[in-house]
Structure formats: structure tokens, C-alpha cells
Nanobody
Framework: QVQLVESGGGLVQAGDSLRLSCAAS????????MGWFRQAPGKEREKVAAISWTGSGTYYADFVKGRFTISRDKAKNTVYLQMNSLKPEDTALYYC??????????????????WGQGTQVTVSS
């Protein structure tokens, strides 16, 4: 059974940093794109960042560019999201997601087939 388990969320102040981790089990995602999405109360879920199966390609939403960094450790089957200079508007439930199509282009990674349960990030002003 495939599982994506997020950790690292919490309550921080504006300007602080957090590092989210997503540990995958049940299969290797070495050859699959992975990413992070978030959903704030009353809003639709949005894509935050993604990393290609090669590890060399990345995508960032405009609202996190320059502040967030996605990375992956294939040996650990884990993907990370380093979040710096956090803002109150970053408050959301953050979900880890993984692709279901082998070797797919990162551009096409819009519909993850696997999702974690989410980790809450709350940023106070």
C-alpha cells in the first residue's frame, strides 16, 4: 500500500522558516515527479512546488518563488520543502503528492495520483 506521510508543519511567526518532509512507502518514486500542494480554509487547493523524476527540474508557484525550495532524496524516497520568509498568507494545510506516470514531463504533472494526509502550517503575524 502506497503511503505519503508529511511532517514538519507547525505554528511559526512571520519571517520564520520551516522544512516539510514527505516520506513515501509502498513503492519507489525515484522515477516519478513529486510535489507539494496547499489548501487554505475557504480556498481551492493550489500547487506550490514540484520536482521532476530526474531531480533536476523544478516548478514553483509565483507566490513562493525565491522563498521556498523543493528537493528530493531518492535513496530515502523522500521529498522536502524548505520554506523561508514565511508569511501569514502561507497558512494552509500542505499536501505531498506523487505522480502515477513513469518518466512524465514535469510540465504535465498536474494531476497527482497519490496524496498524503497533509501537515498544517500556520504563520502568525
Amino acid at each position: 500500500q502506497v503511503q505519503l506521510v508529511e511532517s514538519g508543519g507547525g505554528l511559526v511567526q512571520a519571517g520564520d522558516s520551516l522544512r516539510l518532509s514527505c516520506a513515501a512507502s509502498g513503492r519507489s518514486f525515484s522515477n516519478y515527479n513529486m510535489g507539494w500542494f496547499r489548501q487554505a480554509p475557504g480556498k481551492e487547493r493550489e500547487k506550490v512546488a514540484a520536482i521532476s523524476w530526474t531531480g533536476s527540474g523544478t516548478y514553483y508557484a509565483d507566490f513562493v518563488k525565491g522563498r521556498f525550495t523543493i528537493s528530493r532524496d531518492k535513496a530515502k524516497n523522500t521529498v522536502y520543502l524548505q520554506m523561508n520568509s514565511l508569511k501569514p498568507e502561507d497558512t494552509a494545510l500542505y499536501y505531498c503528492a506523487a505522480d502515477t506516470i513513469l518518466f512524465r514531463s514535469l510540465v504535465a504533472f498536474q494531476d497527482p495520483g497519490y496524496w498524503g494526509q497533509g501537515t498544517q502550517v500556520t504563520v502568525s503575524s
